[in-house]
T-cell receptor, first 112, second 113 residues
Framework: DAKTTQPTSMDCAEGRAANLPCNHS???????VYWYRQIHSQGPQYIIHGLKNNETNEMASLIITEDRKSSTLILPHATLRDTAVYYCIVRVANTNAGKSTFGDGTTLTVKP | DGGITQSPKYLFRKEGQNVTLSCEQN?????MYWYRQDPGQGLRLIYY???????QKGDIAEGYSVSREKKESFPLTVTSAQKNPTAFYLC????????????FGDGTRLSIL
């Protein structure tokens, strides 16, 4: 699985959009981009995933660059409850699942 | 409801003792994973299994062992060879042959007495 690089930490004002970047320059054509978040001492929670098209769900939007070497997770109206560690991973799908490696993630702090 | 159950939530180990962490899923997922998380750090992959009776080492397998005798179960044994076992352990599963995301359990926190 390709390695990802994320900033260690970010701040965001409550009610504003939070834009979390992720670099995955060695991503392969059959690898999806997944985003999870983890609140202290809990298991990671799935947010969104995509292959090459931009995706949106009730939680967030995922913007993937045309060359697929980077992506951005957008939380459109951040709340204090969005304070968490956010992980971007890439993983081969449509196989026997395969190895899935997480990095250190980005600690997002939403401030009042 | 379907999900992943990890037990116990808290576990204490004496020096030189082996302990086994339980992970059970009723999602009919093919692949299962074990991760270790140290304070302030990300998840590191210990072992993973794509099908029953088969498993592969992750990035930090030394001092750990696993088995996958049933599809729904993937227990992790922390052996006495693991010199620094204090950590938060997370189990995950995913359906093979799909792009669906991993599901995670609530974790087991292991401490040394």
């Amino acid at each position: 699985d390709a390695k990802t690089t994320q900033p260690t930490s970010m701040d965001c004002a409550e009610g504003r959009a939070a834009n979390l970047p992720c670099n995955h320059s060695t991503i392969s054509g059959n690898e999806y981009v997944y985003w999870y978040r983890q609140i202290h001492s809990q298991g990671p929670q799935y947010i969104i995933h995509g292959l090459k098209n931009n995706e949106t769900n009730e939680m967030a939007s995922l913007i993937i660059t045309e060359d697929r070497k980077s992506s951005t997770l957008i939380l459109p109206h951040a709340t204090l409850r969005d304070t968490a560690v956010y992980y971007c991973i890439v993983r081969v799908a449509n196989t026997n699942a395969g190895k899935s490696t997480f990095g250190d993630g980005t600690t997002l702090t939403v401030k009042p | 409801d379907g999900g992943i159950t990890q037990s116990p939530k808290y576990l204490f180990r004496k020096e030189g003792q082996n302990v086994t962490l339980s992970c059970e899923q009723n999602l009919n997922h093919d692949a299962m994973y074990w991760y270790r998380q140290d304070p302030g750090q990300g998840l590191r992959l210990i072992y993973y299994s794509q099908i029953v009776n088969d498993f592969q080492k992750g990035d930090i397998a030394e001092g750990y062992s696993v088995s996958r005798e049933k599809k729904e179960s993937f227990p992790l044994t922390v052996t006495s060879a693991q010199k620094n076992p204090t950590a938060f352990y997370l189990c995950a599963s995913v359906r093979g042959g799909s792009n669906q995301p991993q599901h995670f359990g609530d974790g087991t926190r292991l401490s040394i007495l």
